[in-house]
């Protein structure tokens, strides 16, 4: 089986390719080989590839950025990956589209949105995602759509995930304050990856499957958790949302849950694992 994954160096594609399983080809795509706005590149690549899958992790997510280009927003999260998932179908490849907590509107409360629940966007990252799961789903029916969340994992950025960035504030400061009306359920690339590869190889139905850790927490508690792991003496003190100064819509809850896949194990176990390997 010859899989592409798209991303390759970032945080969930690197993952996917160290832990691939035995037997599959892995050909990683990174930025360094092409920018898949590229299309012309893109096709011959796929022609010349003929994947029997391509795993689609290349993203633009910087939530903040996303509202300020809506355009390159649109074109890398939507309108790329279902360019993809149109091409590999022709030869019956399959298209794994990573998409995110982020296309719900964060109403819901008490219980994680499921596979069934609506999506609604309320910002333009989620919005970009959620059109490019309807293009992956209506191009290309032998289609995986894996929701996930709030990941951290080994990265080649020195600042790249919520967990590094929180380590270095608390390094350099010495009161962090930190949103405690926000809800996610923060998942690590190394389990995330594992789940992928499993619904993969079980051929397991093709749709929509999310792909978090288990449990539910704020941003604060999150923080509060990796200074406490780093054994680090900074006060955590939360604030609202509204005190962050953040213009961006979010959604206010937004923990995943799987009707379909067995849980995960919880974060804070997952994130011991990861800080213990910093
Ligand atoms: N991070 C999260 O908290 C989170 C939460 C929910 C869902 N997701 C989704 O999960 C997926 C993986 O996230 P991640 O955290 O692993 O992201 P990441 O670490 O930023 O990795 C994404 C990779 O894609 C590459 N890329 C982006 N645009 C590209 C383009 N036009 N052409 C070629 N390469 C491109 C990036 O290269 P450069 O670094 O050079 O830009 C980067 O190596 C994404 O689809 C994201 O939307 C992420």
Redesign the pocket.
């Known amino acids: 089986m010859k899989v592409i994954v ?10 996917l390719v160290k832990n691939a399983p035995a037997g599959f080809e892995i050909i990683p ?3 360094k ?5 590229e299309t012309d590149r893109l096709k011959q690549f796929l022609q010349d590839t003929r994947p029997d899958v391509v795993i ?6 910087n939530t903040e950025r996303c509202e300020e280009m809506p355009k390159d927003t649109m074109i ?2 939507s309108m ?1 990956p279902s360019f993809m998932a149109d091409m590999v179908g022709d030869w019956g490849g399959i298209f794994a589209f ?5 296309v719900f509107n964060g109403q819901k409360r008490g219980e994680p949105y499921y596979e069934d629940d609506e999506p609604d966007p309320i910002n333009i ?1 989620g919005l970009s ?1 959620n059109t490019g799961e309807y293009g992956v789903k209506l191009l290309n029916s032998r289609h995986y759509i894996f ?7 080994k ?3 020195p600042l ?3 967990v590094l960035r929180i380590l270095d504030r608390a390094r350099r400061e010495n009161i962090l304050r930190v949103v405690n009306d926000i809800f996610i359920t923060p ?1 690590y ?1 190394n389990d995330v990856s594992l789940r992928i590869w499993e619904v993969i190889q079980n051929k397991s139905p093709f749709g929509i499957y999310h792909v978090a850790n288990s449990g539910t927490t704020s941003w604060f508690d999150f923080a509060v958790e990796i200074v406490k792991l780093a054994g680090l003496k900074v006060e955590v003190i939360p604030i609202s949302y509204q005190e962050s100064n953040s213009k961006l819509r979010r959604p206010k809850w937004s923990p995943l849950g799987s009707k379909k896949l067995p849980p995960l194990r919880h974060w804070k176990e997952a994130l011991k694992e990861y800080m213990d390997e910093l």
């Open positions: 798209t991303g390759a160096k970032g945080q969930l594609g690197s993952a795509l990174t930025r080989n092409f920018d898949l706005r689609n992790t290349a993203a633009f997510h890398v999260n790329i990573i998409s995110t907590d982020y990252y995602k929701r996930t969340s709030s990941l951290f994992g990265t080649s950025k790249g995930n919520f998942s690339t």
